[in-house]
């Protein structure tokens, strides 16, 4: 059960509730756009696409490897 604010509990400080800050109100100020320039987003873009191809590259090598281990196995017994 979800405890219950009630004010006139103990411990209970409503004063905190107003002081917080959205991150809608936060990212509404600065667009993505204007962070990098088009340059560095090429290069991040193109530093992650190397990252995850290379990754999901040998994940698929120890998969083909895997398989390959599982049916000879199979057949030695």
């Known amino acids: 059960m ?17 002081d917080v800050t959205t991150s809608e109100s936060i990212t509404s100020d600065i667009s993505i756009d204007e962070v990098y320039s088009p340059l560095e987003q090429k290069r991040i873009i193109h530093r992650v696409d190397r990252r995850l191809v290379s990754t999901c590259g040998v994940m698929y090598c120890i998969s083909l490897m895997d398989r390959t281990n599982l049916a000879a196995a199979a057949i030695a017994g």
């Open 2 to 18: 979800a405890p219950e604010l009630d004010p006139e509990k103990k411990g209970y400080d409503g004063a905190h509730l107003e």
